[in-house]
T-cell receptor, first 114, second 116 residues
């Protein structure tokens, strides 16, 4: 079953603006990751935030995690046309017997207009 | 970091034929590879987990005889869609089993399968 649910499903902004995407999940997690997917391509790992962390930065990316609300947000500052892609959150949760399960949300399609 | 090479990038085949998709780990030994299917504008659905030298583990609802997975070496995992039908048309992606040093996973570039 789907673990993460992103919103909005689609987001269109002007170049230079900030883009915020949200992700909610249902169960306890070990960490939460964000991935980017260009149309027709594979996924590229962007950033990981552990369950004991609240905020993390990487370049123009800022991720927050609220485990009490089971939610995360990805902020892309000063967006560029090249940021146009789909963004997925993925949770990593312990699934027993020493194994971890990676589960993806439905994704947010971001369009940055030049 | 880990590099996974997936090919073909796209393939068009006739109904009833079989198609093989390959994922190769280029700079590491992949004892485990995960295979996903992605429908248009939707998320990734885990199909199966391939393990080098043993049988693959399939997710509930995935037909083992339809989607044959082979992981015969530490650098190659294959997914064969047998007797393909138009409803098998989709985007198939593989990923590494273990996380990278940054904690994320490495995905192949995906294969767009169109069955006509």
């Amino acid at each position: 079953s789907q673990q993460g649910e992103e919103d909005p499903q689609a987001l269109s902004i002007q170049e230079g603006e900030n883009a915020t995407m949200n992700c909610s999940y249902k169960t306890s997690i070990n960490n939460l990751q964000w991935y980017r997917q260009n149309s027709g391509r594979g996924l590229v790992h962007l950033i990981l935030i552990r369950s004991n962390e609240r905020e993390k930065h990487s370049g123009r990316l800022r991720v927050t995690l609220d485990t009490s609300k089971k939610s995360s947000s990805l902020l892309i500052t000063a967006s560029r046309a090249a940021d146009t892609a789909s963004y997925f959150c993925a949770t990593v949760a312990y699934s027993g017997a020493g194994s971890y399960q990676l589960t993806f949300g439905k994704g947010t399609k971001l369009s940055v207009i030049p | 970091g880990a590099v996974v090479s997936q090919h073909p990038s796209w393939v068009i085949c006739k109904s009833g034929t079989s198609v093989k998709i390959e994922c190769r780990s280029l700079d590491f030994q992949a004892t485990t590879m995960f295979w996903y299917r992605q429908f248009p504008k939707q998320s990734l659905m885990l199909m199966a987990t391939s393990n080098e030298g043993s049988k693959a583990t399939y997710e509930q609802g995935v037909e083992k005889d339809k989607f044959l997975i082979n992981h015969a070496s530490l650098t190659l995992s294959t997914l064969t869609v047998t007797s393909a039908h138009p409803e098998d048309s989709s985007f198939y992606i593989c990923r590494t089993g273990g996380p990278s040093s940054l904690g994320g996973y490495t995905f192949g570039s995906g294969t767009r399968l169109t069955v006509v």
